[in-house]
């Protein structure tokens, strides 16, 4: 085996899956070539941490009950729920809104009605100009009064 | 108990006896399998928490005639996928509002690896560089590479157990482990030489 053969199968040999013959070949590779040798030492211990994070693991005895705990809560969370509250609130916003557009709606309906009322006076006021010219009568002269 | 009568129990008569019984024999495969995607056990045994919350909220729609263990292994990969997702997301965010404020960003800062070991100082520091190199190494692979890299080398899971977790056939499994593993051997040999 050369350099670049034995570099592609480090890991297959530390998992111990070449064939005799194969890893008789790789050993003997790293007999002569430092290089190697110390490429597939630091990677075994890389690749050796897989072990020692797996031993590590010590079980946790109150972890059944605290998760127990929790899935308790939540539940007794949803029987005050708060999406309800969020609906209820949506609801209020949806209320004072309407009320607000009905309000707005009203007063500046008035507004409107007020200034379309006045600008009915003004065409009615331009309409009687024709008739009353202004150097002889003012359009809104007591006539009957001037008569007499 | 068998884990059938664990589950009608805890589904018929809300028993907690049944529940805890149940987290109690299934704790070291949940945790195990998370700490294969993240960095400390402290992370796997949210993440465990999480994935119980889960199964007794889904446990109604379990169906029997797949294993237990395998509806666990599902459930345990996919919060932990996730997770190191969000915790990726998060990492970025860091980053992007380090780079606006001044700050440097932690970029790395989901790679942060802890020794849970009683070692010295010294043992501390080299133990966690390899476990960098490692994690960072797992991490780089694609999804279903490390999925299958994962429950093989945490798990010590067959081929068969794989395939069934995975719902791939055993020849996809095979695949998936063999270019796992050259990719994790580039990968490592490369930082490795870097370091």
Redesign the interface.
Known sequence: MNCKEV??R???YI?RELDDSQRAQFAEHLSVCSKCKE?VS??Q???G??E???N??S???F??????Q??QD?NSAERVPIVPLRKMSIAYIAAAGIFLGIALGTFFSSVLFDSSTDSTEQTWTQLADEYFPSDIYEPYDDLSETSK | MTDQQLVEDILQNNSQKAFVELVDKYQPLVAKTCRGFVSSYADAEDLAQEVFMEVFQSLSGFRSESKLSTWLYRIAVNKSLNFVKKQKRNGLLQSIEGFFSGVKGSTSSNLEVEDESNASPEETVINKEKRKILKSAINSLPQNQRIAFILSKYQDLSYKEIAEVMDISLSSVESLLFRAKANLQKKLSAEIKKS
């Open positions: 570099n592609t480090i890991i297959a998992d490429l630091r990677m211990l890389v690749y941490e897989i020692v994070e797996k590590e693991f079980p946790n005895p972890l059944g009950n605290k998760v127990w929790k899935i939540s």
